[in-house]
């Protein structure tokens, strides 16, 4: 059973920094692209930032580059994402995921973390 547990979701002001993290299990974790995304309130899920399955190739959404990092550590089945200077547009739930294609994912979802950023 394939399993994602992100955490790290706080409420923090504009300008602020968080540290995401998602903890897998059930699917092989070190061969894996992998991708975080995010839900706000009333819009569709989107796309944020993914990590080849060697963390030699990112890759992130407009709205999020420069301020977002996003890392992986192989050897604890993990995945990080960095965001600094936060604003209250990247208020929302946050997934990370097994990705199928460049920004595709799997059928499997955690319950997310919720960041919350005020102005």
């Known amino acids: 059973q394939v399993q994602l547990e992100e955490s790290g979701g706080g409420v923090v002001q504009a300008g602020g920094s968080l540290r995401l993290s998602c903890v897998t299990s059930?699917?092989?974790?070190?061969?894996?692209?992998m991708g975080w995304f995010r839900q706000a309130p009333g819009k569709d899920r989107e796309f944020v930032a993914r990590i080849n399955w060697s963390a030699t190739s990112t890759h992130y959404s407009d709205s999020v580059k420069d301020r977002f990092t996003i890392s992986r550590d192989n050897a604890k089945d993990t995945l990080y994402l960095q965001m600094n200077n936060l604003e209250p547009e990247d208020t929302g739930r946050y997934y990370c995921?097994?990705?199928?294609?460049?920004?595709?994912?799997?059928?499997?979802w955690g319950q997310g973390t919720q960041v919350t950023v005020s102005s």
């Open positions: 995921n097994f990705l199928k294609s460049l920004t595709v994912p799997s059928e499997y």
């Open positions: 059930g699917r092989s974790f070190s061969a894996a692209p």
